[in-house]
């Protein structure tokens, strides 16, 4: 999504599968951005700093190509979190 956010959908879908082999069209890019709930969390301070990455790491070859999906976080330039293969989290 952050590819989408970025640029308009067409390019996102160009860019997607570019950097991962994956085609995505750009209506699919579309409704999963527009799909998205996002809730308003309830902060004890104030933030001043956010910062979320995510991507694709590739398996083994010899296994098959599966791509696994990792996410980190950063808040207030203190090291949050990182998750692998883990998208609720």
Known sequence: MKLS???SYQ???IE???LTGVKVGHSTQEQLVLSQDFQIPLAKQSVTSVSVDGGKVRGKPK???HWRD???V???GIYYGAFFDDNQS
Do not use: V
Request: proline residues 0%.
């Open 5 to 7: 956010a970025n640029e």
């Open 11 to 13: 390019k996102a879908e």
């Open 16 to 18: 997607i599968e570019t």
């Open 63 to 65: 296994a098959g190509c």
């Open 70 to 72: 990792y996410k980190t």
């Open 74 to 76: 950063c808040l207030q």
